[in-house]
């Protein structure tokens, strides 16, 4: 009881923060809206105002290129109330959103499968933060706030991948692939995460169930192709044309909106003749989906964790990443709570990365306002924000892989090692 | 390649490394203040040139001369008949001779609110239509009625009726060409400005009813007495510490000095004898009024929006007439009037130290983040040493040790990963970050507070609350210090924490400032350098009390609040007066100075403050060694 209670104060606490910057600053909302640290093309809370406006109006939303983003949402938000005339509603559902998250988070915190699981257990797993603590860090991340605030779409993509995480580690298998097939449907990208996800809901699966390895993935795979293939025949029938699929997914795939983001593709193709512009959009692609199959089979016995590592890739290597995606990892992050003493660079990564958050809008300032700098200004930036996130997340690896190997040579515990 | 590995690994241990980085950080701020007392020699800073070549400043002959001379006499008289009648009587009567030259006139209120006071006028304005263009671009020539110092523009004003009927005959103009007439120089350029890039705050300020394209440049004279001068005085800082771009800059010096032969003179260096003190002097003065941020003309309000502007000022008893000053406008519009696009070719950052004479960014720039680095240094030190073990000095490995070990390096091979052991194991000691953190936090976040108070303060109270703030601010340190102490007692490491992040938060602040604001960052990095150099000691001897009452001496001459006394002080100025246009900048121009002093520079001086008189506990020594379990960090 007390457990609960102290829930409902920490997620009251973080809804009252957020409806505190919602209402006591109205120009904060549009400010962050128009970030482009927040919002990206393809997850932008303006676009899909412009992409509502029209299918209200009964034009294909996707006339003029500027709405990129599934057709269900525009369903969801033509339920809700104009977000003009009362933008309470659309407050409410995006804290509820948050609040979701970190409700989905608290259950794989509490499930305790990044301490020990199936096929591994770490000598450290009981040295680990309370699902509490795991939660508030999540609400109270700036860039969590600052993204809940900017409204861009992408948080119900976070939400539907904690959800299929928080199912696979129960072993529902089924409601997690649901899960999964509703954040590939929203952004595409979270089907990379398929591999790793199945893992989980194999070694979490009940233990009735004795089917082996091929066919528990099969039977997964069917059931997430299943339920996108039923998402996207919904899609069609409100929109009335299969062009969103080329609008949305082929958007991401293909990279025609080049508005700057914190990512490192827009410059690249910027700078790009035309006639390289598909080969590298190709080996751009197979790089961000390289990771995939490396990670899960080298640590295969902890498949959480390759999920969080992917999700830091993602948020470094995606085609439109936001700082969306930076909070989802940093929420995933603190539940190896228990290796952090193994990492080594700590203060210098979160340093750069501090810096990069303050540099960031300093530069896009010069470049966009002020005019006395230029692109290259706002991209070294986000060189330098990639470069902290991926030296945080090969630490992480570090720590991870030493942990393992301590398992396996106990009387190297506590020496200073050299990865050669 | 195992060896160089090794002996990377065993640096980090060495004894001697350890008590580098204060002297280190000591050498960054050293070689920062050298470095930009070595930029004006001849070495290191450059002549400048046009680098936008469609320029070509001075290759026109100009015409304003003769017959013109008569008419501004005539406008003249009616200007001085003019002096003392209120703002909207004046206008009518510009109204009147703007629409006789055959230009279309608008006119604009505006009303501005700040501590207290209201300030309002009514602009006037007129726009000539390019015989040659097509609108999308202009060109603004700016006179205010009243100049900074609230005199009369007495020749300004019948110098731009003038030009304004003169550039109406000509049909060479490819750019539309407005004249503005503003009723003082703070608040009517900039409430002109907003409106016509629809920043406005309506219903306060009017909306504009007539407009022309994007703006490429503006010029505004300051022209207040009526007899001849002998040089021309340049003010081209903008708010929060914005340049125009040096091009701009370049040609009407080049203009003014090359071809009219009047010299040229900055930042109120009425003589300048090319010495390195001269120069020195010049460069100073200009991050003085960078570092500010506030406006030092009307043209100030033109460059937050990418426009380029300069105030052009006669000075001095020459025999330089206003029709000289004509024809260095006249010049100066021809070679503008000649840009394809946008001034980008130049530099938008510089240190001017000479009309002739500067320095860019990347010659300048590493002396402020020297500044700043020294912070970060010292941040990243405290660390590390706030990880390692506490009885150090019974077990500290001497050089020769170290050496040893080198060869008792274990390397193991295991799959294609090679590894290398040393045989000591690295300990690291637990860090309690909770406290620090929240002790960081909370001090950024009272910085709010004095910034919402004196913005908000109606002037007649500002002294008061200023004295009272002053009083409070040197108490606050000591009272937040015992608090601590009292409630959590926080250890030596814990203190050593604290002073990391402020240090780590304070760096990283001032270095993406020096991106904004060059001399800011540098002026409050120099001030705020005693605050890396402050420890808390338990020790209670006499000589580490007057140690202390030396440190807090000098903690108190740097507060911001003891800064801003001095510097009213040596400006001549009441705190009052200070205060209320630093509010009237937060207010009207948009200036964001007091952000950094109060939710940058302050908050870390208050940390200093915790720390010096902070009594840290003496801890039980709690090793964790690395794979060891122990209790989590919070």
């Known amino acids: ?420 | 390649m195992a060896s160089l590995l090794s002996s990377g690994v065993l640096l980090r241990r060495n004894p001697h490394i350890l008590k580098l980085p204060p002297y280190l950080s000591f050498l960054c701020v050293l070689i920062g203040v050298a470095w930009l007392l070595v930029l004006p020699l001849d070495n290191y800073s450059r002549n400048t040139y046009i680098s936008e070549n469609a320029l070509l400043p001075g290759q026109v002959h100009t015409y304003f001369a003769g017959s013109d001379q008569n008419v501004f006499r005539g406008y003249k008289r009616e200007i001085d008949a003019l002096e003392d009648k209120p703002n909207i009587e004046v206008n009518d009567k510009l109204e009147e001779i703007l629409k006789a030259s055959g230009l279309k006139v608008a006119r604009q209120s505006y009303e501005y609110k700040s501590a207290g006071q209201t300030y309002t006028g009514e602009n006037i304005y007129a726009i000539l239509h390019a015989p040659r263009g097509d609108a999308t671009e202009a060109i603004v020539l700016v006179a205010a009625w009243k100049n900074m110092e609230g005199k009369l523009n007495r020749s300004g004003i019948p110098l731009i009726l003038t030009l304004a009927r003169y550039f109406k005959r000509w049909s060479l103009w490819s750019k539309d060409i407005i004249f503005l007439v503003t009723a003082d120089s703070t608040a009517g350029p900039q409430a002109w400005v907003d409106a016509y890039h629809d920043t406005h705050q309506s219903p306060a300020i009017d909306s504009l009813p007539l407009k022309s394209g994007a703006l490429q440049g503006a010029i505004v004279i300051d022209y207040p007495f009526d007899h001849r001068f002998h040089s021309l005085h340049i003010a081209y800082d903008g708010i929060n510490g914005q340049l125009p771009n040096l091009d701009l800059l370049n040609t009407v010096v080049s203009i003014a000095s090359g071809q009219m032969g009047i010299g040229v003179s900055l930042q109120q260096m009425w003589q300048h004898s090319d010495s390195y003190q001269d120069r020195l002097q010049t460069m100073l003065r200009g991050m003085m009024n960078q570092g500010l941020g506030h406006a030092s003309g009307p043209h100030s309000s033109f460059i937050p929006y990418h426009v380029d502007a300069i105030t052009l000022q006669p000075f001095g008893d020459g025999w330089q007439d206003e029709m000289a000053m004509g024809r260095v406008i006249e010049s100066t519009f021809r070679s503008l009037n000649n840009l394809l696009e946008h001034l980008h070719q130049s530099f938008f950052f510089y240190l001017l130290m000479q009309a002739n004479r500067f320095v860019s960014i990347g010659t300048y720039l590493p002396s402020a983040m020297l500044v700043a680095v020294n912070f970060t240094i010292m941040a990243i030190f405290l660390w590390v040493k706030s990880g390692y073990p506490q009885s150090t000095n019974s077990k500290t490995p001497s050089t020769v040790e170290a050496e040893e070990k080198t060869s008792q390096l274990n390397s193991s091979q295991k799959g294609n990963a090679k590894v290398i052991t040393a045989e000591e194991s690295s300990a690291v000691r637990e860090r309690e970050l909770l406290l620090p953190l929240a002790v960081v936090a909370g001090s950024q976040f009272l910085g709010v507070l004095p910034l919402y108070i004196f913005n908000h303060t109606p002037q007649n109270m500002l002294t008061p609350v200023f004295v009272s703030f002053a009083v409070a601010n040197n108490a606050l340190p000591y009272i937040l210090s015992r608090t601590l102490t009292h409630l959590f007692n926080p250890t030596t490491q814990q203190y050593q924490l604290i002073k990391s992040f402020s240090l780590l938060l304070l760096g990283l602040f001032l270095s993406s400032l020096a991106t904004l604001n060059f001399s800011l960052a540098f002026l409050v990095g120099l001030l705020a350098t005693p605050l890396t150099y402050i420890y808390p000691t338990s020790s209670t001897s006499a000589l580490s009390y007057v140690l202390k009452a030396v440190l807090a001496l000098v903690l108190s001459v740097i507060a911001p609040t003891a800064v801003l006394v001095a510097a009213s002080w040596s400006w001549g100025l009441s705190i009052e007066k200070v205060l209320t246009q630093a509010a009237y900048g937060w207010d009207v121009w948009g200036m964001n100075t007091q952000v950094v002093v109060w939710c940058v520079w302050w908050p870390a001086w208050i940390v200093g403050g915790v720390l010096l008189f902070g009594r840290p506990r003496e801890e039980t020594t709690k090793l964790n060694e690395r794979g060891q379990e122990s209790k989590a960090v919070i």
């Open chain 1, 1 to 420: 009881m007390s457990i609960d209670r102290r829930k409902a104060a920490l997620f009251g606490a973080a809804a009252a923060v957020r409806l505190l910057l919602f209402t006591g600053f109205p120009g904060l909302p549009d400010l962050l809206t128009a970030r482009v640290e927040i919002s990206t093309p393809v997850t932008s809370f303006k676009r899909l105002q412009e992409g509502l406006f029209l299918y209200n109006h009964n034009v294909s939303p996707y006339d003029g290129g500027v709405y990129h983003q599934a057709p269900l949402l525009l369903t969801l938000f033509t339920l809700l109330p104009d977000s003009a005339t009362y933008p309470i509603f659309t407050y409410t559902l995006y804290i509820l959103v948050d609040l979701l998250s970190a409700h989905a988070l608290m259950k794989i915190a509490e499930s305790g499968e990044a301490g020990s699981s199936k096929l591994f257990t770490s000598p450290r797993k009981d040295k680990k933060w309370s699902s509490f603590s795991i939660a508030a860090a999540f609400l109270f991340n700036p860039f969590t706030i600052a993204t809940c605030i900017g409204r861009p779409t992408s948080v119900f993509t976070t939400c539907a991948i904690l959800y299929a995480i928080s199912k696979a580690v129960v072993g529902a298998s089924f409601t997690s692939m649901l899960a999964l097939s509703f954040a590939a449907y929203l952004s595409m990208y979270p089907l990379l995460l398929f591999p790793p996800l199945i893992l989980l809901c194999y070694d979490r699966r009940p233990a009735k169930r004795t089917e082996s390895l091929i066919s528990f993935i099969l039977g997964n795979a069917a059931a997430v192709g299943g339920s996108i293939l039923s998402l996207l025949h919904m899609s069609f029938l409100i929109t009335g044309s299969w062009e969103f699929l080329s609008s949305t997914y082929g958007v991401q795939l293909l990279l025609p909106d080049l508005t700057p983001n914190v990512g490192l593709w827009w410059y690249f193709f910027i700078e790009m003749f035309d006639s390289f512009r598909n080969f590298f959009l190709g080996v751009f692609w197979l790089h961000l989906s390289s990771y995939v199959g490396g990670l899960t089979i080298r640590l295969r016995r902890q498949p959480l964790f390759v999920l969080t590592m992917l999700l830091g890739i993602f948020a470094i290597f995606k085609p439109y990443p936001s700082i969306s995606d930076t909070s989802l990892f940093l929420a995933m992050l603190p539940l190896y709570q228990h290796v952090f003493p193994l990492m080594r660079y700590t203060f210098v990564e979160s340093s750069i990365v501090l810096y990069a958050t303050l540099l960031g809008p300093a530069f896009y300032y010069l470049w966009i306002y002020a005019g006395s700098g230029n692109a290259n200004f706002f991209y070294a930036i986000t060189l330098v924000w990639s470069l902290g996130w991926s030296l945080l997340l090969a630490d992480a690896l570090f720590a991870v892989l030493r942990d393992e190997w301590e398992v396996e040579r106990p009387e190297m515990k506590g020496k200073e090692i050299r990865q050669v």
